[in-house]
């Protein structure tokens, strides 16, 4: 299995520097990516071996977690079978329990809202898929989240849906506050809803919330108002963004740094306490030549940013809040990989590639467990 050197000479220790977010103080400069893994019930609660999953990144040094993207009603917003919700109280109370764990574990948590919009696929309380207009997604179903085959064709939501979504997004943000959560992400990236209707080719909208790029950010922004305007000053919101889709995942935005520079100047606006940004690469210029993304959004959006994409290397993640691209960075497969990356990277411990078939067949904590015990055989 090859490794990645931690012992390279590059000083880490600006990955280890406490910061505060929002209200949210945070004891280093990692967070664990949101990462779905349609674990929960089919009643979209909680479980204890989803507790333990979120507990061992705070156990293994993270300063924050972010959580998998939570559906937020009982409408539309649902993507996955066995997705976790905040759609009721009872969905929000088993969160607590996570939370408790990862708060012993000295980190913080954030709960991300998502809603699917086009790309749902497994939603057990309404039929058909809804989102900006009706243009049906490119590419295939993700079979890791037991689906199959092409997406099904949307329907473009009505006015009073546009409304209901967005309410949507405020209540399960106050369920997340009174649930224990340090604050909450707004999914507007990777092709969700919040992205469709940002996105030319997805939104063939005519009336306030498509057109120009000023229109199809209202919805992000709407969101945004409406979710501090329900859970008040004191709590952290925080919004992802990101020019790739699930389904698209070389998406570039039309106008390059134009665009950019106007999405982060809007961006700037809102009520925010961070921005999240992903890209493949997370160094790398954005459009070919300049920038990265990232830096991009800490130079225009004027708020906190967190980095992500393929940072696992520590001294590529050190770089990144050495060279003041980003405040924090997130990890996905580095968090799968290992649950302790932090604490591996302080005592130099090598840090091992991600084993994708943790995720295969399917991406939930029980074919994890399979795969582990697998591993652990082969090596008796
Ligand atoms: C299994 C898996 C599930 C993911 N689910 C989500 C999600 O729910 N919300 C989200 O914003 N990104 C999701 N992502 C994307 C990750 O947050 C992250 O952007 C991506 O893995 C790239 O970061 P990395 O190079 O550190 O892995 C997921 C990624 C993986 C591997």
């Not at 009982?74 to 919700?85: C, F, I």
């Not at 790309?119 to 037991?146: C, E, K």
């Not at 940002?198 to 919805?219: A, F, I, K, Q, V």
């Not at 919004?239 to 961006?267: C, M, P, Y």
Request: negative net charge; hydrophobic residues 40%; charged residues 20%.
């Amino acid at each position: 299995m090859s490794t990645i050197n931690t012992h390279a000479a590059h000083p880490r220790d600006c990955l280890f520097q406490a910061l505060v977010i929002g209200r949210m103080a945070l004891r280093n400069r990692l967070a664990v990516a949101p990462m779905t893994r349609v674990s929960a019930t089919d009643g979209g609660c909680t479980t204890e071996r989803m507790a333990r999953y979120y507990g061992a990144f705070a156990e293994g040094g993270f300063g924050l977690v972010i959580t998998e993207g939570i559906y937020t009603d009982k409408a539309y917003s649902q993507g996955y079978l066995n997705q976790p919700g905040l759609a009721d109280d009872i969905q929000r109370d088993t969160w607590t329990t996570v939370i408790d764990r990862v708060h012993k574990g000295g980190a913080r948590m954030i709960a991300q809202l998502m809603h699917a919009g086009a790309l749902s696929q497994g939603n057990p309380y309404r039929g058909g898929s809804v989102g900006p207009s009706a243009v049906r997604p490119i590419g295939q179903q993700m079979a890791i989240y037991r689906g199959e085959g092409d997406y099904p064709m949307p329907r473009a939501m009505v006015p009073d849906e546009i409304t209901e979504a967005i309410r949507g997004f405020a209540d399960a943000a106050v369920r997340a506050r009174h649930a224990g959560f340090d604050g909450v992400e707004i999914h507007g990236a990777n092709g969700y809803l919040l992205d469709q209707f940002l996105t030319e080719g997805t939104n063939l909208r005519s009336d306030h919330y498509g057109g120009d790029l000023e229109r199809r950010l209202r919805l992000i922004v709407e969101v945004t108002q409406a979710v501090r305007a329900a859970v008040g000053p004191e709590f952290t919101v925080g919004l992802r963004i990101s020019q790739g889709k699930v389904n698209d995942f070389t998406h570039k935005w039309s106008n390059g740094e134009n665009e950019a520079v106007q999405i982060f100047g809007t961006l700037a606006k809102l009520p925010l306490d961070y921005v999240h940004t992903t890209e493949f690469e997370a160094w790398k210029s954005a459009f070919g030549n300049g920038a990265s993304l990232a830096s991009l959004a800490r130079q225009h959006a004027g708020v906190h940013v967190i980095a992500n994409g393929s940072l696992q290397d520590p001294t590529r993640a050190a770089d990144m809040i050495g060279s003041s691209q980003a405040d924090v960075v997130s990890l996905g497969r580095g968090a799968l990989a290992h649950s302790d990356w932090p604490a591996r990277v302080l005592r130099g411990v090598p840090i091992d590639e991600f084993d994708r078939e943790i995720l295969s067949p399917i991406a939930d904590l029980a074919n994890e467990d399979r795969r582990n015990m697998e591993r652990v055989r082969a090596l008796l």
